[in-house]
C-alpha cells in the first residue's frame, strides 16, 4: 500500500529496492517484490497489469555483492553516476590501504613485543582452567558422591547448576581435545544426576551441550575408537531422556545415530567387549522404542539380538557383572514380547531366568543396591505373571517380596526417584491381586500410595510420559474399588480422570501396549458404573475398535479379556465365545476373569494354583551405603 501511493503522487521514480532474499518476479512463494513493484498503474491509478522493471540492488549470494549494492542505492538516492561513485570509493580504498600498510608495520613492532607476554598469559590461562576444571570435577566426583550418601539433593542440585553454568562459560575452541573430553564427561555426570532426580528438560540440556563436544572429537578422529563409543554413548543418553518424555521420534532418532556410530567403527574392531556392550544396549533402546509403536515383532527381533550380544560377552568373561545383568534384561524383554504374542508360559520362564540371574547377582554384591533394584523389576514382572496365569498366591508372593526390597532401598536414599516409582507402581499391582482375593482393606491403602506417589512423581516432572500413565493406573484401581464397594459416582469420577491422562496419550502413541491396556481398562470402567446405557455401549465399542485395530500383539491375553469383557456386557455371547479358545491358548487364567465367565454360564478351566514362593535375598547392613 506504501509503494501504491508513493507511485499515485508520482514519486515511482525515487523508489529504491534491496534485495536479500526470494526471488524477484517469480509469482509464487519465492517472489521477494511487493504487487506494487511488480505491475505499473493504469490511468486511474489502480495497479494494472503491465509488468514493470523495478531497478534493484542485490545482496543474494552470486549477485552483486554488499558493497555493489551500496554503490546501487547510493546512486539512486544521491542522483550520482554509479560509475564515478566505483571511481570515488576506489580511490578511498586506495588511501585506506596505504594507511593500513602504515600502521601494519607498527603492529608488526609491537606484535613482536606482545607475542612473548601473550604466550606467558596464555600458559597461565590454561593453567587457571585446568584447575578450575579439576575443582568442578571434584565437585561433580567426590562431592556429589558424599552428598548422594546424606540425601543432600538442594546442595546437589546447586552444585551441578554452578557446574553446568561453568562449563556453558568456556570456550569450545583453542582448547586442547583432552579438556574437551573431561569437560564431556562432567556434562554427562550432570545430565545423568538430574535425570536420576526427575528433571529430564535439564538432564537432556546437559546431554546435549556434551554431544557437542563429543561431537567434534568424534570427527577429528574418525579411527579413534574410544572417542566413537564415547559419542555413541551420549547419543542414547539423549535418546533415553526422549524416550522418558514420550517422544519417540526423537528417542528413536537419536538411538538409530548411536547405532550408526557403532556399526561404522566395527569393523576396526569386531570383538571389542565395550563396542559390543553398546550395541546390546542400543538393541534393548530401540526395542523399547518399537514397543511403543505396538511393532512387536520388530521389537522381539532386536531384543533376541541384545540376547546373543550379551551372551557373546560372557563368553568373554562370564564374571561381568554388567554383562550378567544385560543378559537377564534380554530375558526380561522376550517376557514382555512373550506376552504380548499370547505366549504365557515363554513369558513365566523367560522372568524366571531373569529373576535367577539377578538374584544371583544380588547375593555376589549384596551391598549393591542397583542390583537390589534389578530385582525388584524381574521379581515383580513374574509377581503378576504368574497371578495372571492364576498363580495368584505365587504372584503376591513375589509381589510383597519387591515392595519390601524397596521400602529398604527408601532407607538409602529416599530421594531416588527410580526408587520412588518402584514403589508407587508395585504397590498399585499388588493392590490390584489383593483386591481379587478379597482384601479390599490392603488393597485401598497400597492403591492410595501408588496415587500419592504419582501425583507427587508427576507433579515434579509433567512431562514424563511414563509417571503420568503410572497416575492414571492407580486413579484406575482405586476407580475398581469404588466399583466393588458399590460407590458408583466415585468410580466414574477416577476414571474420568485416568482418561483424561491416557486418552492424549493413546492419540500420540495409539499402539503402545501399556498405554492401550490402561485406556481400554479405563473405558471399560467407566461403562460398568455409566447411568447412561448407550454411553456404556459406545465406551465399549470403543474398547473394540481399539483392540482390533492393534497391528501387532493381537494374541496378548489382556487385550483378548478387555474384549470378551465387552462383548459380553454388550450381549455378543456368539462373538465372545469365538475368542476364548485363543485366550486359554496363551494359558490365562485370571480368577476374576474366569468367575465373571461363570457368572454368565460360560465354561472356563480349572487351572491348578501352584505356589511358588519367591527367592530370599539377603542384604547386609553398611554404614554408608551406596545408592
Known amino acids: 500500500d506504501e509503494v501504491l501511493r508513493f507511485k499515485r503522487i508520482g514519486r515511482g521514480d525515487r523508489i529504491c529496492c534491496l534485495i536479500v532474499d526470494g526471488e524477484p518476479d517469480a509469482g509464487d512463494e519465492r517472489e521477494c517484490f511487493a504487487p506494487a513493484l511488480r505491475f505499473e498503474l493504469d490511468a486511474d491509478g489502480t495497479l494494472g497489469t503491465q509488468a514493470a522493471e ?67 598469559a596464555r600458559h597461565a590461562a590454561e593453567r587457571r582452567q585446568k584447575q578450575a576444571e579439576a575443582l568442578v570435577g571434584f565437585m ?62 535439564q538432564a537432556l540440556h546437559s546431554y546435549r551441550a556434551a554431544a557437542a563436544l563429543s561431537a567434534k572429537l568424534a570427527q577429528a578422529a574418525p579411527a579413534d ?14 535418546g533415553t531422556a526422549r524416550w522418558y518424555q514420550g517422544e519417540l521420534d526423537q528417542a ?25 556392550f553398546q550395541l546390546s544396549t542400543i538393541d534393548n ?51 514382555k514380547m512373550a506376552l504380548s504374542r499370547g505366549d504365557l508360559e515363554t513369558a513365566v520362564a523367560e522372568y524366571e531366568a531373569d529373576v535367577g540371574i539377578q538374584a544371583t547377582l544380588a547375593r555376589r554384591d549384596p551391598l549393591a543396591n542397583d542390583q537390589a533394584e534389578r530385582v525388584v523389576w524381574s521379581r515383580a514382572a513374574l509377581g503378576r505373571t504368574l497371578a495372571m496365569t492364576g498363580d495368584v498366591d505365587a504372584g503376591i508372593a513375589h509381589l510383597r517380596a ?23 507402581l508395585y504397590a498399585i499391582q499388588l493392590a490390584r491381586w489383593l483386591r481379587v482375593t478379597g482384601d479390599a482393606t490392603t488393597a485401598k491403602s497400597l492403591a492410595t500410595r501408588g496415587l500419592v506417589v504419582f501425583e507427587r512423581l508427576a507433579g515434579q516432572d509433567p512431562g514424563n510420559a511414563g509417571w503420568q500413565r503410572s497416575l492414571a493406573v492407580a486413579r484406575l484401581e482405586l476407580g475398581e474399588q469404588a466399583r466393588d464397594g458399590g460407590h458408583h459416582a466415585g468410580a466414574r469420577e477416577q476414571a474420568r480422570r485416568a482418561l483424561a491422562i491416557l486418552e492424549p496419550q493413546m492419540a500420540a502413541q495409539p499402539e503402545n501396549r501399556d498405554t492401550v491396556l490402561a485406556t481400554l481398562g479405563a473405558r471399560a470402567l467407566l461403562a460398568a458404573v455409566a447411568d447412561d446405557p448407550a454411553t456404556a455401549s459406545k465406551l465399549r465399542e470403543q474398547i473394540l475398535a481399539t483392540a482390533r485395530a492393534q497391528t501387532s500383539g493381537r494374541d496378548d491375553p489382556r487385550l483378548l479379556a478387555l474384549q470378551v469383557e465387552a462383548l459380553l456386557a454388550l450381549g455378543r455371547r456368539a462373538e465372545a ?9 496363551t494359558g490365562f487364567g485370571d480368577p476374576h476373569f474366569i468367575a465373571l465367565l461363570r457368572s454368565q454360564g460360560l465354561p472356563a478351566p480349572t487351572r491348578p494354583r501352584t505356589s511358588r514362593p519367591p527367592e530370599k535375598v539377603t542384604h547386609v547392613s553398611h554404614p554408608n551405603p551406596q545408592a
Open 252 to 276: 528413536e532418532s537419536a538411538f538409530d545415530a548411536a547405532r550408526g556410530v557403532l556399526l561404522r567403527v566395527r569393523p576396526l574392531a569386531p570383538a571389542n567387549p565395550e563396542l559390543l
Open 54 to 120: 523495478p531497478v534493484a540492488a542485490d545482496v543474494r549470494p552470486g549477485k552483486d555483492g554488499k558493497a555493489l549494492a551500496k554503490l546501487k542505492l547510493l546512486s539512486g538516492l544521491l542522483g550520482v553516476d554509479l560509475d564515478t561513485l566505483r571511481q570515488r570509493e576506489a580511490s578511498r580504498r586506495h588511501q585506506r590501504l596505504l594507511a593500513v600498510l602504515a600502521l601494519a608495520v607498527l603492529v608488526m613492532l609491537v606484535t613482536s613485543f606482545l607475542a612473548v607476554q601473550a604466550v606467558i
Open 140 to 201: 561433580l566426583g567426590n562431592l556429589t558422591d558424599k552428598l548422594a550418601e546424606v540425601s543432600r539433593l538442594d546442595i546437589m542440585e546447586a552444585v551441578n547448576d554452578e557446574a553446568m553454568a561453568f562449563f556453558e562459560s568456556l570456550p569450545t575452541t583453542d582448547v586442547t581435545e583432552e579438556s574437551l573430553e573431561q569437560r564431556a564427561q562432567a556434562l554427562v555426570k550432570i545430565g545423568n544426576v538430574r535425570r536420576d532426580q526427575g528433571h529430564l528438560p
Open 285 to 335: 533402546n530401540i526395542g523399547h522404542v518399537l514397543e511403543g509403536r505396538g511393532r512387536i515383532a520388530e521389537a522381539t527381533d532386536n531384543y533376541r539380538s541384545m540376547l546373543a550380544l550379551s551372551q557373546e560377552l560372557l563368553r568373554i568373561d562370564a564374571g561381568n557383572r554388567e554383562w550378567v545383568q544385560q543378559s537377564g534384561l534380554a530375558h526380561n524383554n522376550l517376557a
Open 577 to 585: 465365545a469365538v475368542l476364548l479358545p485363543r485366550l486359554w491358548s
Open 402 to 424: 519387591a515392595l519390601g526390597e524397596v521400602a529398604r532401598l527408601l532407607t538409602v536414599d529416599a530421594d531416588n526417584t527410580s526408587f520412588q516409582e518402584d514403589d508407587g
Open 225 to 238: 575408537l574410544e572417542r566413537q563409543l564415547a559419542h555413541a554413548e551420549i547419543l542414547a543418553y539423549i
